[in-house]
Each structure stands twice: as structure tokens, then as C-alpha cells.
């Protein structure tokens, strides 16, 4: 069982927008920044947002995120069949002294 | 552009001690913190610990007991050893680069690691 909760799937149809969505706690996302992954199938994670709403170079303002709270959310717009993966939120716990992962969201475009 | 390369067996007994290898390329291991995280099959990721390039590491509690994790500069590497290993450890393996407190932007492709009785 994860420490940070996200929704096991989501779905939207090619040019839709999505959110996904990873809560915490105090401990954890309440007092430090959070990143996104994108998994594509039988491939590595890859940074897509760092830092709670940060993308690092290369990746297109499609994808944003943001935190409030213990809570973060990543949206990707205008969905493309490509953007379907898994998507993990990750952050450090201060409690733990370690790191933490979401269990991961499966994103399908229909 | 920096590279990482995981390297090490895909087979390991049960009981005995998983031993892999990062090496870094294209860029210096020096002012960054180096991770392991691994993913078992059709589950999550999950973090194993991170070593600085001075050595300092820190590691999750769910598996301090059993993991060292070392870094060699001179070799541009890092390494992790997970002892007394079960078949719970058969998993992706991957090696990659913090940029800041748990934001990973560098990742290794990540090798599989099978835990046999």
C-alpha cells in the first residue's frame, strides 16, 4: 500500500483534458515539493513535472501540475493516443526520512 | 548528455545477496544525489535509497537492514547490495539522478532482477 493515494485509472477521448490526482500528508506532500512521471509500457520513468508545477526542458506545456495543501494534481491537455501510460506523483516524506511514490494511475485515451 | 547503465545478474538465489552497478556517462557524478528505486512486476515503483557522491546515504526504512548502497567517484559509479534477498525482491531495477530532493531526471533503463528458490 502506497503512502501518497492516486486513482488506479483514468480515461478521456484524444483532445480532451485530464487530471490526475495524488494525496498525502502533512509529513509528505503538505511540506515538500512533488514531482510526475510518465511510464510508457516497458520503458523507464521519465520527469515530467518537478518541484509541484516545474517541467523540465523538452517537455510540452500540455502537461502542468499543482499542489494545495497535502494534495497535488497533474493535468494534461489536449490528449494525444501517445500520452497513454502509467503516471506516478513521488515526494519525500519527513517523517519517514524517504522517499515516496503514488501506486500509479493507468491513463487510457479511448 | 548524461547516461546511466545498470548492470549486475538477472539471477540471484534466494537468501544470497543482489549486487548491482550505475555507471554514469556524459556527465559528473559529483553534486548530486544517485538513487535506486525498483518495481516489481506489474506494481509500483518504490524507492530503496539514495547515496550523495560524498558518500552520505539514506535509505527506506523498509529495507535499511538489508541494503548498503556506495558510490565510487574515481569509476563514476554507484553500487547496491540487498542481502538475504527473497522472491518479494524480484523486480525492476533502476539507477537514476536527483536533481533536488526526490525529483529523478535521469533514469537508467532499468534491469530485471529474478529471485530463484
Known amino acids: 500500500q502506497s503512502v501518497l493515494t492516486q486513482p488506479p485509472s483514468v480515461s478521456a477521448a484524444p483532445g480532451q483534458k485530464v487530471i490526475i490526482s495524488c494525496s498525502g500528508s502533512?509529513?509528505?506532500?503538505?511540506?515538500?515539493?512533488v514531482s510526475w512521471y510518465q511510464q510508457l509500457p516497458g520503458t523507464a520513468p521519465k520527469l515530467l513535472i518537478y518541484?509541484?508545477?516545474e517541467r523540465p526542458s523538452g517537455i510540452p506545456d500540455r502537461f502542468s501540475g499543482s499542489k494545495s495543501g497535502t494534495s497535488a494534481t497533474l493535468g494534461i491537455t489536449g490528449l494525444q493516443t501517445g500520452d497513454e501510460a502509467d503516471y506516478y506523483c513521488?515526494?519525500?516524506?519527513?517523517?519517514?526520512?524517504?522517499?515516496?511514490f503514488g501506486g500509479g494511475t493507468k491513463l487510457t485515451v479511448l | 548528455q548524461v547516461q546511466l547503465q545498470e548492470s549486475g545478474p538477472g539471477l540471484v538465489k534466494s537468501s544470497e545477496t543482489l549486487s548491482l552497478t550505475c555507471s554514469v556517462s556524459?556527465?559528473?557524478?559529483?553534486?548530486?544525489?544517485w538513487s535506486w528505486i525498483r518495481q516489481p512486476p506489474g506494481k509500483g515503483l518504490e524507492w530503496i535509497g539514495y547515496?550523495?557522491?560524498?558518500?552520505?546515504?539514506n535509505y527506506n526504512p523498509s529495507l535499511k537492514s538489508r541494503v548498503a548502497i556506495s558510490v565510487d567517484t574515481s569509476k563514476s559509479q554507484f553500487s547496491l547490495k540487498l542481502s538475504s534477498v527473497t522472491a518479494a525482491d524480484t523486480a525492476v531495477y533502476y539507477c537514476?539522478?536527483?536533481?533536488?530532493?526526490?525529483?529523478?531526471?535521469?533514469w537508467g533503463q532499468g534491469t530485471m532482477v529474478t529471485v530463484s528458490s
Open positions: 502533512n509529513s509528505d506532500i503538505g511540506n515538500n515539493y
Open positions: 513521488g515526494t519525500w516524506d519527513s517523517s519517514l526520512s524517504a522517499g515516496v
Open positions: 556524459g556527465g559528473s557524478i559529483s553534486s548530486y544525489y
Open positions: 518541484d509541484n508545477n
Open positions: 547515496v550523495f557522491y560524498t558518500g552520505t546515504t
Open positions: 537514476a539522478r536527483d536533481r533536488v530532493l526526490f525529483s529523478f531526471d535521469m
